[in-house]
C-alpha cells in the first residue's frame, strides 16, 4: 500500500506541474497577431469554432479507434499529428492554410490528452 501512495502523490505532482504548464498561454496575443496577417477576425472565429465542432463531433469515432488499435498509439499518432497540425499552421502562407491546419487539429485534438 505504501508504493501505491508513493505513486499517487507523484501523479497528483506531476498533474500540477502539467496544468499550470499548460495555463501559461503568453503566447496567444502573438499568434493571434500573426493569423490576422491572413485572415479577418471573424474568419478567425468561424475558423476556430470549427475546428472545436470537429473536436466535439469526432470524440467517438476516435474512442472507437482507440478500442481497435489500442489506446497508447492512438495517443501517440494523435500528439504526433496535433503538433504536425501546428507546424503547418505556423507556415502559413494564406488562409487556406490555417483553414486546413485547423481542420486538421479539430480531427486530431480529442486524441491528444
Known sequence: MNNYLKKMRLNITLTYINSFLLSLIFFIPVWYAFETQYASPATLGLIYAISHLLTVVLELPTGALADLIGRKKTIFLG????????????????????????VIKGNIQDTAP
Open 79 to 102: 500528439l504526433f499529428l496535433y503538433g504536425l497540425s501546428w507546424i503547418y499552421i505556423s507556415q502559413s502562407k494564406d488562409v487556406s492554410w490555417l483553414w486546413i491546419g485547423y
